[in-house]
């Protein structure tokens, strides 16, 4: 169990479908967004206005949270990119994190191996954790068939975000699990110091 107490702002625009989350010590709040149509300019004045709508002021927030990939090349870049403006005028601590990570959240100290997967074109990478969230392989893409060959009985993890892409065959295989993403398992992995503190950076695949 853990107790932390965080007021944050998380961007993710690693996928067409991004969303925007504020939590405060009360309250938390969720917009979502179709990235792969955002610029800078527009991303700044989607998260302006969202905190607008929601009465929130950024100066009350003291930590701001992004995802860095895998995903789409724009959105990815613009988002980190807005994210340290915002971190350097309003003086928030930027912390970066990855979907094979977050995804992995909700198996911590259940399962030994955690094989963490998403989707890249034709092709799915992932990365293995042990039960603690530790890295134990370096991100790897594989084809379809590699992947029910080598993994069939493995836990296999995917964002649900990403769902609608998959391949049939993967999703009758044994140990799948879909999951909702949610950015408040962003503290818990803050909590363990698990994620990206200096090096803020897209992570791209091909």
Known sequence: MYIIIMNFLSIDCSTDLGSLFIKTKSKSFIKFLQSDKLNNDILMKKILD?????????????????????????????????????????????????????????????????????????????????????????????????????????????PKNIAHTLDKEILKLKNVKIIDLDHNDLELLYSKNLLDKDLIKPLYLG
């Open 50 to 158: 969202f905190f607008k709508e929601n009465n929130i002021e950024i100066d009350n927030l003291s930590h701001i949270f992004v995802n860095q990939g895998p995903g789409n090349f724009s959105g990815l870049r613009g988002s980190i990119a807005t994210a340290k403006g915002i971190s350097l005028s309003k003086n928030l601590i930027l912390i970066g994190f990855n979907t094979f990570l977050w995804s992995s959240t909700k198996f911590i100290e259940k399962s030994e191996s955690i094989l963490s997967f998403t989707k890249f074109k034709e092709k799915y990478s992932f990365q293995e954790f042990n039960k603690n969230l530790k890295k134990i392989s370096k991100i790897q893409l594989i084809n379809k068939e590699e992947l029910i060959e080598k993994y069939s009985n493995q836990l296999k993890i995917f």
